[in-house]
């Protein structure tokens, strides 16, 4: 009985958002997709500013770590006379 009334239930929830779907009956669309999507020249801020200084501060890890590299370089070996 229990197995019964669970498939009634569930083949309720099954069919009746269907049925609500279907009876809307206009012909507009659910979705409008205009011409004009917005102004497609100007990039995301992502691009504008998270780009930029991922890139500068690759740039200056680049450069300290080349320094750090030669100091510490020099200050392993000397030159015995």
């Known amino acids: 009985m229990i197995i019964l009334l669970l498939l009634a239930a569930i083949l309720i929830a099954g069919v009746a958002p ?12 659910a979705i409008v997709i205009s011409d004009d999507a917005g102004d497609a ?19 200056i890890a680049l450069v ?13 070996y000397r030159v015995v006379r």
């Open 64 to 76: 300290l770590t080349a320094l750090l590299y030669g100091v510490r370089l020099r200050g392993r």
């Open 18 to 29: 269907i049925a609500a779907a279907q009876e809307g009956g206009g012909s507009e669309p």
């Open 41 to 59: 020249d100007e990039p995301a801020w992502t691009f504008r500013f998270l780009v930029p200084t991922v890139l500068a501060i690759s740039a």
